[in-house]
Nanobody
Framework: EVQLVESGGGLVQAGGSLRLSCQVSGFTFESYAVAWFRQAPGKEREGVSC????????SYADSVKGRFTITSDNAMNTVYLQMNSLKPEDTAVYYC?????????????????????WGQGTQVTVSS
């Protein structure tokens, strides 16, 4: 059974940092791409960052480029999202997602419908 468990969300002031973690299990970690999505109240879920399965190439949405960094620790079966210079508009529930058909075009809004495995989400709130 594929499982993704997020942690690390919380409340932070604008300009601050948080690191989200996504612990994955139930599949060969190196064979799935993993992505972070977020969903703010009243908005659609959007792809934020993604890391490929083959060579761990990373991709980012324009809104977070230069501020967020996605990394993976294969030994720990964990994907991280380091979020720096946080803004109030980053406030959302952040979800980890994985799928053998996941493509990192999700950071441009393409291919979200192919994702079958989601974590439960973790709340990130950035105060101004």
């Amino acid at each position: 059974e594929v499982q993704l468990v997020e942690s690390g969300g919380g409340l932070v002031q604008a300009g601050g940092s948080l690191r989200l973690s996504c612990q994955v299990s139930g599949f060969t970690f190196e064979s799935y791409a993993v992505a972070w999505f977020r969903q703010a109240p009243g908005k659609e879920r959007e792809g934020v960052s993604c890391i490929t399965s083959e060579d761990r190439t990373t991709s980012y949405a324009d809104s977070v480029k230069g501020r967020f960094t996605i990394t993976s620790d294969n030994a720990m079966n964990t994907v991280y999202l380091q979020m720096n210079s946080l803004k109030p508009e980053d406030t959302a529930v952040y979800y980890c997602a994985a799928d053998p058909y996941l493509m990192c075009t999700v950071v441009r809004g393409i291919g979200k419908e192919l994702v079958n495995y989601w974590g439960q989400g973790t709340q990130v709130t950035v105060s101004s």
